[in-house]
């Protein structure tokens, strides 16, 4: 039981480049969460998928985009990076109120 | 939105000392959670808590909704307690799932 997974660990991206962010769970989740996490601040979410076959936007959800593939994996997908994507991105999913988050993705954009 | 503070933003334990963290929030929600981020980055749900007392081991927690407010107790704090602690809040009138988390309070546990 690997709980939720991301990959991949760290990524360098040059502006204007593009990338997708995987994540799965085996946890049989509904809901799955993107956050990011910049220095000296909390969690901030850019999208959530609350079931399979749904997405809606979070906090910060401009310049990203996702896709529920099905109910284990839940992708994030930047298509121009941009220096201000620069972050720790997260992954989590729930069955009920309580998220588990995965490991992160270290992501740096030139 | 929901605002969320916390307090202290740091705090230097040591080890054995027992410590009380904050957090504010300016809305009504029916979703509180407390998480711990180790420092090497993983976070770990310790309390899914939107009202009452919990407790688990040596840490404790207390949401006062009608209040706005939750408390996180360490007791007898240990050098893996290090870390930062979030708190993160669900407005009832959001979506379920969004959550909002505060700054963090950065705790430090010298041996």
């Known amino acids: 039981n690997a709980g939720v997974t991301q990959t991949p660990k760290f990524q360098v991206l040059k502006t204007g480049q593009s990338m997708t962010l995987q994540c799965a769970q085996d946890m049989n989740h509904n809901s799955m969460y993107w956050y990011r996490q910049d220095p000296g601040m909390g969690l901030r979410l850019i999208y959530y998928?609350?079931?399979?076959?749904?997405?809606d936007k979070g906090e910060v959800p401009n310049g990203y985009n996702v896709s529920r593939l099905n109910k284990r994996e839940f992708s994030l997908r930047l298509e121009s990076a941009a220096p201000s994507q620069t972050s720790v991105y997260f992954c989590?999913?729930?069955?009920?109120?309580?998220?588990?988050f995965g490991p992160g993705t270290r992501l740096l954009v030139l | 939105g929901i605002q969320v503070e916390q307090s202290p933003p740091d705090l230097i334990l040591q080890e054995g000392a027992n410590s009380t963290l904050r957090c504010n929030f300016s809305d009504s929600v029916n979703n509180l959670q407390w998480f711990h981020q180790n420092p090497w980055g993983q976070l770990i749900n310790l309390f899914y808590i939107p009202s009452g007392t919990k407790q688990n081991g040596r840490l404790s927690a207390t949401t006062v909704a009608t209040e706005r407010y939750s408390l996180l107790y360490i007791s007898s704090s240990q050098t893996t307690d290090s870390g930062v602690y979030f708190c993160?809040?669900?407005?009832?009138?959001?979506?379920?799932?969004?959550?909002?988390f505060g700054a963090g309070t950065q705790v430090v546990v010298t041996p």
């Open positions: 989590a999913s729930s069955a009920t109120e309580t998220q588990y």
């Open positions: 998928s609350a079931s399979e076959g749904t997405t």
């Open positions: 993160a809040v669900e407005r009832t009138t959001d979506s379920w799932g969004k959550l909002q």
